[in-house]
């Protein structure tokens, strides 16, 4: 039973548009979320992080919008650079971090 | 910059061995958790620590897997005997929250199991 789903494996966005990352979640007890980034061989990266009080918060380039009634989460990046290309892994949490399984972004120049 | 440290970064070892990570959690961080990241999927957690106490190992093999983290500060997770599905990413995190969020992960001990 996966609680964290991110269905998209990869995404591809020129350099300088916006990218969108999605994620769905299925328990209604998780009351923070957050987004990480992973490079090749290294941990993952704290980006940025929701409370489920709110539905959007910002961070320079970085955008999640939290939507509880349809237990989905979004993370934008605008405008999109090369050195954003990674994997990037939604998580959401009540007392413990549930990942979701990773979506790989390249950005094209 | 305060960071998480694990060691080694790479291990190799041959199943029915023992293999030990290590993980320095950044000062002041009461929460640790290890995580197991299989290719091509998110991490999965095996332990979390509040301080010395083990407050989930719900996910952890424990006929072959053990954790500790004596004086709550760095901390040890041990496989004996590795089996070749224990190949993985082993990342460790901390945290100063108690709910855990902000969790910020080491680089991570990959094990290969030949």
């Known amino acids: 039973d996966q609680q964290v789903k991110q269905n998209s494996p990869s995404l591809s966005v020129q350099e300088g548009r916006i990218s969108i990352l999605n994620c769905d979640y299925t328990?209604?007890?998780?009351?923070?979320f957050l987004w990480y980034k992973k490079y090749p061989a290294e941990g993952p990266t704290f980006l940025i992080s929701?409370?489920?009080?709110?539905d959007k918060n910002e961070d320079g380039r970085f955008t999640v919008f939290l939507n509880k009634s349809a237990k989905h989460l979004s993370l934008h990046i605008v405008p999109s650079q090369p050195g954003d290309s990674a994997v990037y892994f939604c998580a959401a949490g009540a007392q413990k971090l549930v990942f979701g399984q990773g979506t790989r972004l390249t950005i094209n120049p | 910059e305060a960071e998480v440290a694990q060691s080694p970064r790479y291990k190799i070892t041959e199943k029915s061995q023992a293999v030990a990570f290590w993980c320095d959690p950044i000062?002041?961080?009461?929460?640790l958790y290890w995580y197991r990241q299989i290719l091509g999927q998110g991490p999965e957690l095996l332990v979390q620590?509040?301080?010395?106490?083990?407050?989930?190992d719900s996910q952890l093999p424990k006929d072959r897997f053990s954790a500790e983290r004596l004086k709550g500060v760095d901390s040890t997770l041990k496989i004996q005997p590795a089996e070749l599905g224990d190949s993985a990413m082993y990342l460790c995190?901390?945290?100063?929250?108690?709910?855990?969020?902000?969790?910020?992960f080491g680089q991570g001990t990959r094990l290969t199991v030949v």
């Open positions: 929701i409370s489920s009080i709110k």
């Open positions: 995190a901390s945290s100063f929250r108690r709910d855990g969020t902000e969790a910020f």
């Open positions: 000062s002041g961080h009461a929460t």
């Open positions: 328990n209604s007890m998780f009351d923070y």
């Open positions: 620590f509040q301080d010395e106490s083990v407050v989930d």
